[in-house]
């Protein structure tokens, strides 16, 4: 048991470490990139990018894919996407945009990542593509020659994997996708306002979706029920249990060599990229400790 708790740990501290390195794609270089592909408003650059692994995915493709958007706010953007640019462009596009993010904010310290390139991508292989869209996906494209881009190219596998597995488990447990929200939002003490925002849900639909959890008796006025609580918590459980995979394959050993090269790299990163202030992953840097 006391094993399993260490891996169920582990799975959490490296998500918190490949999580903010991916997330430097969404850092303030994103709208620039975006605006010279000639893309109209952020979320078009930011459904370009994430999905292109996908192909010219259709908006039901993506909408299921990234499981809490609104549809009409996929919808919005794709397939129109396709039209200014490329799935390969934006493959391509996103690459600038980490390269000049993590250039701007390590300086020269994007040279000698090679260890943490190397176990990365062991962990990356080790992802298993069954049931996992993004995960796949990211997992198929052919690494960067760059040692910063290709240790992006790794977490970005991770990091989707990961993703692919939290939506199995709330679908396991009969969450539908502005619910989902609804109970994060009050479990992690979000603005409700800021995450209706974020993923394009109506106030009227936020309060259905409310209804139908205190029906469940896992929400209250006062916020999470007991219920409420445990099923948040379960579904935290089988992501990480989903996650786990990957450093099971790479070893406990080499897991905790790549999580503390990590830790100042991404502490470093959790600090400089304006785009982790706020975040509607309730990402909390402040987790990271060495």
Request: with cysteine; net charge negative; proline share 6%.
């Amino acid at each position: 048991m006391d094993d399993d708790r260490q891996e169920l740990d582990m799975s959490r501290e490296m998500w918190l470490r490949f999580e903010i390195y991916h997330d430097v794609v969404y850092a303030p270089e994103a709208s620039l990139v975006a605006k010279e592909l000639g893309c109209r408003g952020g979320w078009m650059g930011y459904f370009g990018t994430r999905s292109a692994p996908l192909g010219a995915a259709s908006p039901e493709v993506v909408t299921a894919a990234f499981f809490n958007f609104h549809p009409q706010m996929v919808a919005k953007a794709v397939p129109q996407v396709w039209s200014v640019a490329s799935p390969e462009r934006f493959l391509q596009a996103r690459l600038e945009i980490v390269d000049a993010a993590l250039r701007r904010m390590l300086g020269a310290d994007v040279a000698g990542l090679e260890e943490m390139v190397t176990l990365a991508a062991s962990a990356a292989a080790g992802v298993s593509p069954g049931g996992r869209v993004l995960g796949a996906a990211n997992q198929a494209l052919p690494p960067p020659v760059e040692p910063h881009l290709a240790l992006w190219q790794s977490c970005s596998t991770l990091r989707e994997s990961r993703g692919d597995g939290h939506v199995a488990a709330l679908v396991a447990a009969g969450l539908a996708p502005c619910e989902a929200l609804v109970l994060f939002t009050a479990d992690k003490g979000l603005d409700p306002a800021y995450m209706r925002r974020m993923r394009g849900w109506s106030e009227q639909e936020w309060k259905e979706a409310e209804a139908a959890l205190v029906d469940r008796r896992l929400l209250t006025g006062g916020g999470l029920t007991v219920a409420g609580r445990e099923l948040r918590a379960e579904v935290e459980r089988w992501t990480d249990m989903a996650a786990a995979a990957p450093w099971q394959a790479l070893g406990a050993g080499p897991t905790a060599r790549l999580r503390d090269l990590m830790t100042p790299v991404v502490q470093r990163l959790s600090e400089l990229n304006e785009s982790m202030k706020v975040n509607p992953m309730a990402l909390n840097p402040a987790e990271i400790v060495a």
